[in-house]
């Protein structure tokens, strides 16, 4: 019977660095948002801040940080559970 190899631990390994491509940016742009960023809600209304308040910004931002943070800690994870996984398993085709 032939056999065919599937590669286990680069399963993880590229599902982590998914993770992390989606991470970095999103944690990025959260950062920004809480320090200087606003929305572009406040570019169309009368005055600034008066259709998205700030506190309704700041929770926003906050939610994409956190959001960001937990996917580097999800690739993080599997980057480090991948050490513990076969590099290839064998199964009957």
Do not use: H
């Not at 169309?44 to 960001?68: H, K, S």
């Amino acid at each position: 019977m032939p056999t065919e190899r599937i590669r286990v631990r680069g399963l993880a390994r590229i599902s982590a660095a998914l993770f992390a491509l989606w991470g970095v940016p999103v944690a990025l742009k959260g950062v920004w948002d809480l320090l200087g960023g606003q929305p572009e809600a406040n570019l169309y209304a009368p005055r600034p801040w008066e259709f998205v308040t700030r506190e309704q910004w700041a929770r926003y931002a906050g939610f994409e940080l956190a959001y960001g943070l937990a996917c580097l800690a999800l690739a993080w994870l599997l980057w480090r559970a991948s050490r513990f996984l076969p590099e290839t398993a064998e199964r009957e085709a």
